[in-house]
């Protein structure tokens, strides 16, 4: 899923502009990374649930269909 790798592309960006804004000590700028890392991060957790989890309504048409079968 395209979607998962570009917002964990983007979490990392964002976490290096953290480490570099607390590094060198700009609290405002230091704050907006923060806020934006968590942003991708939450983003993509759910990305990639929704990759891992799949459509319910396929996953029961197969099992009926499975069942039907036996």
Known sequence: MKAHKY???GALI????TF???YK???TSHRYFAC???ICMIMSMYTG???ISGNK???KQVENT???ES
């Open 7 to 9: 917002w964990s592309v």
């Open 25 to 27: 000590g700009s609290k």
């Open 36 to 38: 934006s890392t968590l």
């Open 57 to 59: 309504r396929t996953r």
């Open 49 to 51: 649930h929704k990759m």
């Open 14 to 17: 964002t976490m290096i502009g």
């Open 20 to 22: 570099y804004t607390g």
């Open 66 to 68: 499975e069942a039907e």
